[in-house]
């Protein structure tokens, strides 16, 4: 019996660590490319907002027919707005935790739109004079957003009190019966002057924009995960093996 080294079994291929590192370099340059698009998306989206702050106000049912109305100012009349029914949104304006009250103003196409008539801290108890029927003309301007959904773990409302802003049920308390547009108008000047504390309060239009970075993360993984693999097939494919079985 004698040993052949030339028989000597050679190295396997890593079948398994090679599927399992395309399937992960895969995942790392998808997850990549998603940033990149996300990034172009929010740069497009910062550029609109910009564009639409520098518009003057147009009518509100004229934005609101746009392609893009969000961030656009809208010059709005809203019948017995100052004395209109109103919910309570729980918000935090600078630190301070308060209330936003919000109505509903109906528009000339039928629809009822949200009015977000302004921010007044928490331990201030003053309120609008709430009277049905009011009519009196309410002219203001103001500035067209979307409607952010509340998530699954936002408290159901308290009454009139809401956690997140719920549209739906929003209307709902305020009675409102025919369709609800899906945008919300931010009021820019007063509607109520004669309330202590309660003051109109848009919410800067702030992106945070790190795809950039996220992109550079994902595809620098990429890059080490390729250098890692190439350096275990290195390793695996010279790694001495032991000879065959000796044959008779």
């Given at each position: 019996m004698s040993n052949d080294?030339s ?5 396997r ?7 399992l ?20 998306w929010?740069?497009d ?5 910009d ?12 934005v609101l ?8 100012k809208v ?10 029914p109103?919910v309570e949104?729980?918000s ?14 109906p528009?000339?196409?039928g629809r009822?739109?949200?009015?977000d ?6 331990e201030?108890?003053a ?13 203001f301007?103001?500035v ?12 159901p ?6 956690f997140?802003?719920?549209a739906a ?7 409102v019966t025919g369709?609800?547009?899906p945008?919300?108008v ?14 109109p309060s848009v ?5 945070s ?21 190439i350096g ?9 093996t ?6 008779p």
């Amino acid at each position: 019996m004698s040993n052949d080294p030339s028989k000597a079994a050679r190295p396997r291929f890593p079948v398994v660590l090679t599927v399992l590192t395309a399937a992960s370099l895969v995942a790392l340059v998808s997850l990549g490319t998603w940033q990149v698009q996300r990034l172009q998306w929010k740069e497009d989206l910062i550029a609109a907002a910009d564009r639409a702050a520098g518009t003057p106000p147009a009518p509100v049912d004229q934005v609101l027919a746009s392609d893009a109305p969000e961030f656009r100012k809208v010059m709005m009349v809203c019948r017995g707005l100052n004395t209109a029914p109103f919910v309570e949104l729980r918000s935090i304006e600078e630190g301070q935790p308060g209330f936003r009250l919000i109505s509903a103003c109906p528009l000339e196409d039928g629809r009822a739109i949200l009015v977000d008539r302004g921010f007044i801290a928490q331990e201030l108890t003053a309120r609008p004079v709430v009277r049905a029927g009011d009519t009196m003309p309410v002219s203001f301007v103001g500035v067209v957003r979307e409607v952010v959904k509340p998530s699954s773990m936002t408290p159901p409302p308290e009454g009139n009190v809401f956690f997140g802003r719920d549209a739906a049920a929003m209307a709902k308390v305020l009675d409102v019966t025919g369709e609800l547009s899906p945008w919300l108008v931010y009021a820019e000047s007063d509607v109520n002057p004669e309330v202590e504390g309660l003051h109109p309060s848009v919410p800067p239009a702030a992106f945070s924009n790190n795809h950039a970075g996220y992109a550079a993360t994902w595809f620098g993984l990429a890059v080490v995960l390729i250098g890692v693999y190439i350096g275990l097939l290195r390793r695996r494919l010279m790694r001495p093996t032991d000879l065959q079985g000796n044959t008779p």
